[in-house]
């Protein structure tokens, strides 16, 4: 049975590039009739905020993203300690002591030389006496796994064959001086214990999947399938990443976007597949497939969700906004009539409350000079309201007799000095719902 994952350190809010590996491991649990586990990566005690925990999965129930089981990494870290005591018995693990100061310059001497910035393993040579003075002289040190020089190859979902020299990448660091475990050796042993099939995320992670393998060979485990869909940039191809702060889901849910809007595009964006709006997970599920998603970077422009938003919006039956409607104040019996009138006019829901105003408190007309004396004979033949479904078609009707006019240069003066517009609903409905009619004086 497929078991996906989605893993967010709960550090901040979920942004549009998350979503993307929450969805995509979603979808495929999902497809298969697999299960998916929302596994929180909170090893870190002081970035790790239980605010963040809780927005991440309001974030994820808004979009319908549901899981079938939570999983904290602070929960397990007796596992953690087991696996690397494992790793020590099988001589995979070795402590090292230098400082970050002294790395860098490690680092530096190497790229000056024109080689790869690799850990040169000074520490897997030092005596047992040396390793006794450095804990002495600086406490613990880190622990490093010692990768076995080969490559590292597997088949990846979107990918395709990729391979990595084990010997270009330094051996990771998995515990830290203070003791606190790192994501790279928590993961592999959720993703052994956890049953993890399938494992889709950032293509950032390339590096991190080629040593996790050998981690995972190394206790025991079965590596599951991988795959790396790519980054997204901005329209223009700019990085990204600056910009994640203000592309929270939460953001764009507070800005009026609707959560099918959102889902649609992230499914498919960067495949080869069209982007439709879809109403439901089942049918977005249905057509998803990672063979069509490319490896080059995704370009995602938030201004796209705005149109799918409408199109939404405009499909809505009444009964899914009449508490929306209600709460903006519109009377119960004008309230679907409301409804039918604006949703073609919205791009989001929170344009809604514009439109009650002008009903309620009637708009400022919009009269040209040359209609003014059109506008006036106008309205001293509109009849005190309230006004029904045949009141524009009679109302123009006598207009029209009265002052010669026609077409659109009957109907739009008037449409632009009832509603200060020159779009808009149909006027026959607009008349029934508009409590004021300010030309009218
Ligand atoms: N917590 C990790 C992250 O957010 C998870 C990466 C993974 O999917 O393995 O980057």
């Not at 991440?56 to 953690?80: C, F, H, M, N």
Request: hydrophobic share 40%; with cysteine; proline share 5%.
């Amino acid at each position: 049975m497929t078991v996906t994952r989605f893993a967010p350190s709960p550090t901040g809010y979920i942004h549009v590039g998350n979503l993307r590996t929450a969805l995509f491991n979603h979808l495929i649990a999902r497809k298969t009739g697999g299960t998916f586990v929302l596994r929180i990566d909170d090893t870190d005690p002081e970035r790790s905020k239980e605010e963040y925990v809780d927005a991440i999965k309001q974030d994820l129930e808004w979009l319908g993203i549901t899981w079938d089981k939570v999983e904290r990494q602070s929960a397990r870290l007796d596992r953690y300690e087991q696996a690397a005591q494992q790793l020590r018995e099988l001589g995979r693990f070795y402590e090292a002591w230098e400082t970050p100061t002294e790395l860098d310059l490690k680092r530096k001497k190497l790229l000056n030389m024109g080689k790869p910035p690799v850990y040169d393993r000074a520490a897997l040579a030092l005596s047992d006496d040396e390793k006794t003075a450095l804990r002495a002289e600086r406490g613990d040190g880190v622990w490093r796994f010692k990768l076995d020089h080969e490559r590292i190859a597997w088949t990846d979902g979107i990918l395709g064959d990729v391979s990595i020299d084990a010997s270009s990448v330094s051996d990771p660091v998995l515990i830290r001086a203070d003791g606190q475990f790192l994501y790279t050796l928590a993961s592999v042993c959720d993703d052994i214990d956890m049953g993890i099939t399938h494992v889709v995320r950032g293509n950032d992670h390339v590096t991190n999947t080629a040593t996790q393998i050998q981690m995972i060979k190394a206790l025991g485990g079965t590596p599951p399938e991988f795959a790396h869909h790519s980054l997204l940039t901005g329209p223009q191809g700019e990085a990204l990443s600056k910009r994640l702060g203000t592309l929270a889901l939460r953001d764009l849910r507070e800005a009026g976007v609707e959560p099918e809007a959102l889902i649609s595009l992230m499914a498919r964006l960067g495949s080869s597949q069209p982007v439709e709006l879809r109403m439901t997970m089942e049918e977005i599920a249905e057509g998803f497939d990672l063979n069509t998603f490319g490896s080059a970077p995704t370009k995602f422009d938030e201004q796209d969700l705005y149109p799918l938003t409408a199109k939404k919006l405009h499909e809505l039956p009444f009964d899914q906004v009449a508490d929306q409607v209600a709460a903006l104040g519109v009377p119960a019996d004008k309230a679907e009539l409301f409804w039918k009138i604006t949703r073609e006019n919205i791009t989001t829901r929170k344009d809604l409350a514009g439109w009650w105003d002008l009903f309620r408190d009637g708009a400022d007309p919009l009269v040209a000079e040359e209609d003014k004396e059109f506008i006036e004979q106008a309205m001293n033949l509109l009849p005190d309201g309230p006004y029904d479904a045949e009141t524009w078609g009679t109302w123009t009707k006598a207009v029209k007799e009265a002052t010669g006019r026609k077409g659109k240069g009957l109907f739009m003066p008037l449409r632009k000095a009832v509603t200060g517009q020159e779009r808009g609903p149909d006027m026959s409905d607009v008349m029934q719902i508009l409590q004021v009619i300010r030309a009218k004086g």
